[in-house]
Structure formats: structure tokens, C-alpha cells
């Protein structure tokens, strides 16, 4: 009987334990995930509308301050190691957009940008530059969507183990961009570039939803599902990538496009 309360107490220790770590891998997910090369851009564009107070750029860990830009004031780089190789875009009144050139390995690491405004407040958001970036462009057939209509994707899972999040990506030429989260004990998060233009269905964490409302050119690229399950270490399951072709000019036609990725996933090595 003490053996049996023992094991249970043993198996409920490393249950909150396992919340715990599920817990921290979803707050330290980064909005997107940009490969590094010669030169970089780091996308943050605040999607509020309203009157900007300012721009600022840190680094993990410890949020080192590299650079800002004040409408007023202009630009200031706080770090000399970025001076002549950070540049502001500014292709927009909220872009707060970043170009590194001549990089090295020390411009890896966390990022975080975070655009000032009235009256809405403080907008930020996460990004990992990393050497080592799985970018794979291999596709089906691709999906036609026309600009302004919605693409619903649906992802499932039909393995063994116990799955507790399930991450949707956005897979682009140069970079991976976060669009929402499942996780089982919390609901759905939605990334910082998504939340106003996405819903997802979390109800099902083996079979799960995202929408995709008000499509535009910059939605190209290929989609897929990541399911973290507890079978091992964290596995990643990645789903069969999905090309999302959009057209210059929007006819009146069907106003969603359904895909269904294939169901049965390959398993994939935690880096």
C-alpha cells in the first residue's frame, strides 16, 4: 500500500513538473526564428495604428540596449559593435524594422523589439537569429488563395504519446514565423504579427485549427504543424508543409480554401 502512494506521489511530483518545463518552452517561444547570414532584417512591424513614441532593439540575455529610433530625435545606437551595421527601414509609421550586415556568430541570440504608441500602449516582440535554421521549401500541391479571403488549415495527429502543444509556423525563404500555439493545459496563444488576423480551434489538441483571415501577398510561403509530445525528451512532430500561392488579383469566388495536411507525421530531432 506504501509502495502504491509512493509511486503515485512520485508520478504527480513529475506531472507538475512537466507542466512546469511545458510552461517555460511557451513563454520562451519567439515570435519568429530568422537564419543567419551576411545580412539580416529583423521584421517588427506594430500592427495598431495611433501616434509612435518610439522604437527600441535589446539583446538576450540581460536586454542589452543596441539601438532605438525616436520620431523626433532620430536614430541612436547604444551598442558601438552595431554602429555602421544596424539600419532602421522605417518603410512604414510603425515599422520599427531592422537590416544587420557583415555579420558574425556573436549576432546570434534573442532579440526583442518593442514599438512605443499612444494610446495603445507598448507592442513587442520576440526574435531568434540563429546559424542552424531547418528552412525546408519541399511541397505539394500547391493552395491558391485569393487575396482578401480565408485559408483554414487543419492539422491532426495519429501517433503514440501524449501530446500537450501543438505550434503553427510559417515557413518563409530566410526565416520561421511563430503564428499560434495549442497547448493543452491553456488554450491557444496567438504570436504578436497574428492576433488580428487569426483564430485557432483548440478544443481537439489531436486535431487542431488555425484561420487565416484576410489573406495578403505576404502571406506566401509554406505552412506546417509542430506536436510536442512527452514520449522522451521534447520531440518535435513535423508535419508535411503546405504552399500558400497567392494571386495579384481577387476574383469572386469561394471565400475559404480548406487543407488538410497529411495526417500521419515524421518524426523530427530536437536541435
Known amino acids: 500500500m506504501k509502495a502504491t502512494q509512493k509511486d503515485c506521489w512520485y508520478f504527480m511530483v513529475l506531472m507538475i513538473l512537466l507542466s512546469l518545463i511545458e510552461d517555460v518552452f511557451l513563454k520562451k517561444q519567439p515570435d519568429s526564428i530568422v537564419k543567419l547570414e551576411e545580412s539580416i532584417t529583423l521584421e ?32 541612436a545606437i547604444s551598442m558601438k559593435d552595431y554602429d555602421g551595421r544596424l539600419k532602421f527601414l522605417r518603410s512604414s509609421l510603425m515599422d520599427g524594422s531592422i537590416t544587420i550586415s557583415n555579420t558574425t556568430a556573436n549576432d546570434t541570440g534573442l532579440y526583442q523589439c518593442s514599438v512605443q504608441t499612444f494610446p495603445k500602449g507598448s507592442w513587442t516582440k520576440d526574435i531568434s537569429v540563429e546559424e542552424s535554421v531547418s528552412l525546408d521549401w519541399s511541397t505539394p500541391i500547391p493552395e491558391v488563395v485569393e487575396k482578401g479571403n480565408t485559408f483554414m488549415l487543419k492539422c491532426n495527429f495519429e501517433d503514440n504519446g501524449s501530446v500537450y502543444r501543438v505550434t503553427f509556423e510559417k515557413v518563409r525563404e530566410k526565416s520561421i514565423n511563430t503564428m499560434a500555439l495549442c497547448n493543452k493545459m491553456e488554450g491557444s ?16 489538441i489531436l486535431g487542431v485549427g488555425l484561420r487565416l483571415m484576410n489573406v495578403t501577398e505576404e502571406d506566401r510561403g509554406i505552412y506546417r504543424c509542430h506536436f510536442s509530445t512527452h514520449t522522451g525528451l521534447l520531440n518535435n512532430y513535423e508535419q508535411a508543409a503546405l504552399y500558400d500561392r497567392m494571386k495579384k488579383h481577387n476574383k469572386q469566388e469561394e471565400s475559404e480554401v480548406y487543407a488538410n495536411i497529411p495526417s500521419v507525421p515524421r518524426r523530427t530531432k530536437k536541435t
Open 44 to 75: 517588427c512591424v506594430c500592427p495598431w495604428s495611433g501616434n509612435l513614441s518610439m522604437i527600441s532593439w535589446v539583446q538576450m540575455p540581460g536586454k542589452k540596449h543596441i539601438a532605438a529610433f525616436h520620431p523626433e530625435f532620430g536614430v
Open 189 to 204: 496563444v496567438l504570436a504578436v504579427d497574428y492576433r488580428e488576423r487569426v483564430m485557432v480551434n483548440c478544443s481537439d
